[in-house]
């Protein structure tokens, strides 16, 4: 039985790695083909509704950027993950959305929170994040497509949401996210990225001055990423092409 387990183990751990390997040479085709770097571009892994079983899995084959949608599942699995880790560095990044009341998991948990769109949010982070962990890493999610299903502050709010995030003492802002709305045409995917690049780099150059100086536009996910990279994103976050369908 053990040997029967162990075989079983390591067939999972083969399609992990080989899925892993599949969306790493997606994202490295996507930059040779934009003239860019693959190395510029930064892979989260996204493990909503997958036990600590697939991520032990994902760790193995060389992955220790996770990211995770619902704060509950997440604070007992960041838990179990480090029992499982051990020694090993994993930066864990929450991209669903927040609820006020459940900040602190975050503060407390997590390295990074791309998913910020309000500053009652920012501020609670800010107070919550314990004095001896470096400040919070925060990305401002934009919702660029304008869809009232959508979280994100709108395109034109997010210079001044930006500056008020850059002032709290235990954040640091990094850059933008956004999740477009879904689409199978490569020139609307492309056209919705482009937006949120301009939006970028029009921040960048407002808040220089305030010495805040963006670097992570994280945009692109396993249905999308080509169309991401190709319009400067620095962070993909990928989910379904590593662990397959999520669980209901």
Do not use: C
């Amino acid at each position: 039985m053990g040997r029967l387990i162990r075989k079983i183990m390591a067939s999972l751990d083969t399609t992990t790695q080989a899925r892993l390997q599949q969306v790493h040479g997606r994202i490295e085709r996507a930059a040779r083909a934009a003239g860019r770097d693959p190395q510029q571009i930064t892979l989260v892994a996204v493990s909503k509704t997958f036990g600590a079983d697939r991520i032990r899995e994902a760790l193995a084959a060389g992955q220790h950027r996770l990211g995770e949608n619902y704060v509950q599942e997440a604070a007992a699995k960041v838990d179990e993950v480090a029992r499982i880790a051990g020694a090993q560095p994993i930066e864990w990044h929450f991209v669903g959305p927040i609820q006020s009341n459940k900040t602190r998991e975050l503060a407390e948990r997590f390295d990074w929170v791309q998913s910020l769109d309000r500053l009652k949010v920012a501020q609670r982070l800010s107070q919550q994040r314990p004095a001896d962990r470096p400040p919070l890493n925060v990305l401002l999610q934009v919702n660029v497509s304008g869809e009232a299903t959508k979280h994100g502050t709108s395109p034109d709010q997010a210079a001044e949401l930006a500056h008020q995030i850059g002032r709290l003492a235990r954040l640091r802002l990094r850059g933008l996210m956004a999740i477009p709305e879904v689409s199978a045409d490569p020139v609307q995917q492309r056209a919705s990225f482009a937006r949120l690049r301009e939006l970028f780099e029009q921040l960048r150059r407002e808040l220089a001055p305030a010495r805040l100086d963006l670097d992570t536009l994280s945009m692109g996910m396993s249905d999308d990423l080509e169309a991401a990279v190709a319009e400067g994103s620095t962070m993909v976050r990928v989910g379904t092409a590593i662990f397959g369908a999520r669980k209901p």
